[in-house]
T-cell receptor
C-alpha cells in the first residue's frame, strides 16, 4: 500500500536534547512538508521540500532543521534551540509543487520535559 | 497575507441530521483553492472536499457539500445524514494558485464536530 509513515508515534525527550522525527513516503511524490499542530490552532508550516537536496523554510522554521537526501525521506530535527518543542508533528507530501492535494502521515507526538 | 477563520470552535449535531461548519477567508487573489480536511481521533488528516475558486458550481462528495460564496469569501461545509464516524476536527484551508506563492496551505484553527447518538 502506498502512503506516508511517521515514526515513532510518541516520542519523549529531555530538554536540551536534539531529536529527529522520521517521515517516509512511497508515493513517488516530489514535494514534502512538515507541519506543527498545537491545541486550538491550525497547522503551521515548518519546512517544505520541492525536490531532492532542496528545501525552504516555512513560517516557523526557527529551532528546526531538515534534510532531503532521498526522494522518499524528509526527516525533521527538533533542536535544543526550539523554545517550545512539545507538539504534534505532521508530515505530508504532494505529487509535485503545484499539486493541490497533500497526503498526510499519522503524525508524531513529541513531549519534551 | 491570506488568513482563514473558523469561528465555531465546537459544533454538535444529532446523528442523521445535517450540520454546517463555517469558514471565512481573506485574500486579494482571484485564483485559489479551498479545502476541508477532517482529523478524527486517530489524528490522521484526511481531505474531505476541495473547491477551485474559478468554478461557480459548489463541490459535492457524497454526504459532504460546500457553499462557496466567492464575493463574501465564505466557504462552509455541509454534512448531511451525520454519522458517528463523522466526529472529528474539521479544518478549512486555503491555497493560492499562483506559482510564486510556494503553494503553501493556510489553515483555520479548526472546528470540533460532536455527533450525538
Amino acid at each position: 500500500d502506498g502512503g506516508i509513515t511517521q515514526s515513532p508515534k510518541y516520542l519523549f525527550r529531555k530538554e536540551g536534547q536534539n531529536v529527529t522525527l522520521s517521515c517516509e513516503q512511497n508515493l513517488n511524490h516530489d514535494a514534502m512538508y512538515w507541519y506543527r499542530q498545537d491545541p486550538g490552532q491550525g497547522l503551521r508550516l515548518i519546512y517544505y521540500s520541492q525536490i531532492v537536496n532542496d528545501f525552504q523554510k516555512g513560517d516557523i522554521a526557527e529551532g528546526y532543521s531538515v534534510s532531503r537526501e532521498k526522494k522518499e525521506s524528509f526527516p525533521l530535527t527538533v533542536t535544543s534551540a526550539q523554545k517550545n518543542p512539545t507538539a504534534f508533528y505532521l508530515c505530508a507530501s504532494s505529487a509535485d509543487r503545484g499539486s493541490y492535494e497533500q497526503y498526510f502521515g499519522p503524525g508524531t507526538r513529541l513531549t519534551v520535559t | 497575507a491570506q488568513t482563514v477563520t473558523q469561528s465555531q470552535p465546537e459544533m454538535s449535531v444529532q446523528e442523521a441530521e445535517t450540520v454546517t461548519l463555517s469558514c471565512t477567508y481573506d485574500t486579494s487573489e482571484s485564483d485559489y483553492y479551498l479545502f476541508w480536511y477532517k482529523q478524527p481521533p486517530s489524528r490522521q488528516m484526511i481531505l474531505v472536499i476541495r473547491q477551485e475558486a474559478y468554478k461557480q458550481q459548489n463541490a459535492t462528495e457524497n454526504r459532504f457539500s460546500v457553499n462557496f460564496q466567492k464575493a463574501a469569501k465564505s466557504f462552509s461545509l455541509k454534512i448531511s445524514d451525520s454519522q458517528l464516524g463523522d466526529a472529528a476536527m474539521y479544518f478549512c484551508a486555503y491555497r493560492s494558485a499562483f506559482w510564486d506563492s510556494n503553494y503553501q496551505l493556510i489553515w483555520g484553527a479548526g472546528t470540533k464536530l460532536i455527533i450525538k447518538p
